[in-house]
């Protein structure tokens, strides 16, 4: 049973820099058919897909937050990251590392995708 789990700091602060690692456990992440997203919910609002890598390294993001995102592989370490730059508390969110085998950049619910970690809350806040 594959298993993901999301890590990172709860509170950032504005204009400052979001990080959140995404550790896989149970399958190798550079399994070429799968592709591992982050999406996220805002408080009150729906899921939103923000960008996936896919087990061969290639990268895609959402045209809305693509000058602020940046996702990466650590193969060593069976883990993927997501990096927000420049912050603001619209930003504030659950976010979710997830696993499917095809992009799907419109979300209705996390069951859209095969395995999700159980989701970390990141609030922006002064």
């Known amino acids: 049973q594959v298993q993901l789990q999301e890590s990172g700091p709860g509170l950032v602060k504005p204009s400052q820099t979001l990080s959140l690692t995404c550790t896989v456990s149970?399958?190798?992440?550079?399994?070429?058919?799968?592709?591992w997203s982050w999406i996220r919910q805002p408080p009150g609002k729906g899921l939103e897909w923000m960008g996936a890598?896919?087990?061969?390294?290639?990268?895609y993001y959402s045209p809305s937050l693509k000058t602020r995102t940046s996702i990466s592989m650590d193969t060593s370490k069976n883990q993927f990251s997501l990096q927000l730059s420049s912050v603001t508390p619209e930003d504030t969110a659950v976010f979710y590392c997830?696993?499917?085998?095809?992009?799907?950049?419109?979300?209705?619910?996390?069951?859209?995708?095969?395995?999700w970690g159980q989701g970390t809350q990141v609030t922006v806040s002064s």
């Open positions: 997830v696993r499917s085998p095809r992009i799907i950049a419109r979300p209705s619910r996390l069951s859209d995708y095969n395995y």
């Open positions: 149970d399958g190798p992440i550079t399994t070429y058919r799968y592709y």
């Open positions: 890598i896919s087990g061969s390294g290639s990268i």
